[in-house]
């Protein structure tokens, strides 16, 4: 009968353990993203304390996006790689730490707002000097492969889950619509740059994704040989869907359709396209946008179908904004 007692005592305990858990780390939607936010940061963490990070390889992918940018932009990715090169093993423990920190600092409830802080700067710097802003002003850049760019979801995500009882966090829910909308239509945008949409375009960024295990290389030479020729057909269908993705959920047409189609897009993008980031290949510091992407659209699948208190946005409204920001 003890015998029993103490079972039932024991699946209690893990029970109420279990409980504590959820609700300090899953207590809601807000509070589910931010955690699976902060397990990403701590996984950049881990990510930069590999060995590539300490060598010649690391300095040579900085410098490496440095040809063909603006002279502006050229010239301080130029002086970011040089400087970390003297020091490097100083500043890349430092950097490691410091995302360590930014994880655990969003894990832990009292430091959420302070760590996101700190992360809003860390995005913009690391955006910056180690993503060249997406390879944007190359006009090269794509979202197959991670375009705008990984980090700056980090702050966007952040902000929108900011703590608080204001839907959409920072941004609020009219800016967390625009925001997607320019995403998206950006993306579209990037599609049909002549570079994304030649015959061979789509073929050759997968050919050139980061691999690893012969299953994951499978899957990504099954799907470039049957885009091989077709690289015009795929970038005007992904243009269109992106552009329709960013409007409807921005319009509230079906929001959760789409923000699922966003989902499932995404997820195509990093395996085929970002080879899962490149962390099963080496030498990966985050793992892409992909999975950015997909933690983006969850958070606002919380929030949509939108109240019916928040201003419709029209058409030419997205436009104005895109426009803007791309202008």
């Not at 005007?236 to 929001?255: D, E, F, H, Q, R």
């Amino acid at each position: 009968m003890s015998s029993i007692s103490s079972t039932e005592a024991s699946i209690r305990g893990r029970s109420s353990s279990l409980d504590r858990l959820r609700t300090y780390f899953f207590s809601d939607s807000r509070r589910t993203v931010q955690t699976v936010l902060g397990l990403i940061w701590l996984l950049d963490g881990g990510l930069q304390f590999q060995s590539f990070m300490y060598g010649k390889g690391f300095i040579q992918m900085l410098t490496g996006m440095a040809p063909a940018q603006p002279h502006w932009l050229a010239s301080t990715l130029l002086w970011g790689a040089h400087t970390m090169q003297h020091h490097q093993v100083l500043y890349n423990t430092m950097a490691a730490l410091l995302q360590l920190a930014i994880g655990f600092g969003i894990l832990y409830r009292p430091t959420v707002k302070q760590a996101l802080v700190v992360s809003f700067a860390w995005s913009l710097v690391v955006w910056w000097f180690a993503e060249a802003f997406g390879m944007l002003f190359m006009n090269m850049a794509n979202p197959l492969t991670g375009a705008p760019g990984a980090v700056i979801l980090y702050a966007i995500i952040g902000a929108l889950v900011w703590p608080g009882e204001r839907p959409g966090g920072l941004i609020g829910v009219s800016g967390a619509r625009i925001l997607w909308a320019n995403l998206w239509i950006l993306m579209g945008v990037l599609w049909l740059l002549a570079i994304n949409s030649s015959a061979d375009a789509t073929y050759t960024l997968i050919r050139s994704a980061p691999a690893g295990p012969a299953w994951l290389a499978t899957l990504q030479n099954g799907f470039a040989d049957a885009s091989k020729g077709h690289g015009l057909i795929i970038a005007v269908a992904l243009a269109a869907l992106s552009i329709t993705v960013g409007l409807a959920v921005a319009m509230n047409w079906k929001p959760r359709t789409f923000l699922s189609i966003a989902i499932g897009l995404n997820l195509v993008y990093w395996v085929v396209g970002q080879g899962l980031g490149g962390m099963l290949a080496g030498g990966a510091t985050d793992p892409n946008a992909g999975p950015l992407f997909i933690l983006l659209s969850v958070a606002l699948y919380s929030l949509v179908p939108f109240p019916a208190g928040v201003p419709r946005l029209e058409p030419h409204a997205v436009a104005g904004s895109t426009a803007a920001a791309t202008g």
